[in-house]
């Protein structure tokens, strides 16, 4: 690579005057300094990160260290809330992802460290509780999509709770009091936040929810996270007393479900409305009628959090991201299917 030495050979200038050009001294004519950008570009030369920090200037660098989000195509909307906030500020993104080794986290952060970011985020693919081990140091440092208790950092995390609640909303508003609740894996922060947020709903609508027909549509199997939902299924449908509508735990097992319906002769929304959650795109908008559900707003909390970043904010707060609905066409009034 060309260095500061080779730009000022081929200009015929002294190494001091360069240096002037990429502080941006104005002490240069406008001759030399053209003559050193020609020299640059014909070099290809590119001053180095360390460099401006030697010079006392910020690198521009940020980091985040992601925990298996690079890998999972729903939440990687996170990295381009951060990006986004990136292109506008003029910083470069440095992603290094964990595979969720804690040792690998550490050796990510000492190396974020060593080139001088200037922020760095932590990025879960799920909404959980975390310990951050690594030494930050003074580095501006916010959660998305996690958080630790007690807070020592900003932390930006979506409202579950607020999201189950609005999941029952659309079902309530609609007439429905035979619903069943297909939730996430036992014991996930999303999963708990969003059955309280049903049950509030329920509460306010005077309806009392059926013990049976709150179960898990998902299950912790590797690659066979949806194994018992045909089993579920065959539970909520096993009487003539059946639900008119079903909330599910995410988009992609919705889907699953609308499939597992159609085999069972059932139409979808007309003898049985359905409500997923996250608003997957690539799912809720390829269905036909397009699926009714609750979205997760990765991109707002990447946005926010690498704004809390780039504002160096430490106050150790908790902000919670709206889960707004998404009406489409998977939820009618039960008196269009003749069933109440």
């Known amino acids: 690579m060309s260095t500061i030495h080779d730009v ?24 030399t300094r053209q003559k050193i950008e020609h020299a640059m570009q014909t070099l290809d030369f590119a001053p180095s990160a360390a ?16 925990e298996q989000l690079t890998t999972t195509p729903d939440s990687s909307e996170i990295i381009k809330g951060i990006q986004s906030v990136c292109e506008q500020l003029g910083k470069m993104l440095l992603i290094g992802e964990t595979g969720g080794h804690a040792a690998t986290a550490n050796r990510l952060v000492a190396d974020m460290r060593e080139r001088r970011v200037e922020a760095i985020m932590f990025a879960t693919p ?24 007690p807070a020592r950092f900003p932390q930006i995390v979506p409202d579950d709770e607020g999201g189950g609640y609005a999941a029952g909303q659309l079902v309530l508003q609609a007439g429905h009091k035979k619903i069943a609740l297909l939730q996430l894996i036992p014991h996930m922060v999303a999963t708990d936040l969003r059955l309280q947020g049903f049950l509030r709903a329920m509460r306010e609508h005077g309806v009392t929810p059926r013990e049976q027909w709150l179960l898990h549509g998902a299950a912790p199997i590797p690659d066979a996270e949806f194994s018992h939902l045909h089993d579920a299924i065959d539970r909520l449908f096993a009487s003539r007393d059946r639900p008119t509508a079903i909330l599910c735990g995410n988009d992609k097992m919705a889907l699953r479900v609308i499939f597992i319906l159609q085999r069972r002769g059932l139409r979808v929304p007309d003898d049985v409305s359905v409500v997923g959650f996250d608003d997957f795109r690539l799912i809720s908008e390829a269905l ?8 997760l707003p ?8 690498a704004r809390r970043a ?8 908790t902000v919670r991201v709206p889960c707004l609905a998404v009406e489409r066409g998977t939820v009618t009034s039960p008196a269009k299917g003749k069933r109440g």
């Open 8 to 31: 000022a050979e081929k200009a015929g200038v002294s190494i001091k005057t360069v240096s002037r050009v990429l502080n941006d001294a104005s002490s240069v004519s406008e001759k």
């Open 51 to 66: 460099a401006r920090m030697l010079r006392g200037r910020p690198t521009d660098l940020v980091a985040v260290i992601a």
């Open 288 to 295: 036909d009628p397009g699926l009714t559900t609750v979205a």
């Open 298 to 305: 990765y991109r707002e909390i990447g946005a926010l959090a």
């Open 310 to 317: 780039f504002a160096g904010d430490s106050v150790a707060d």
């Open 126 to 149: 799920f909404h959980a509780q975390v310990t951050l081990e690594p030494i930050l140091g003074a580095t501006p440092t916010v959660l998305a999509n996690c958080f630790e208790v």
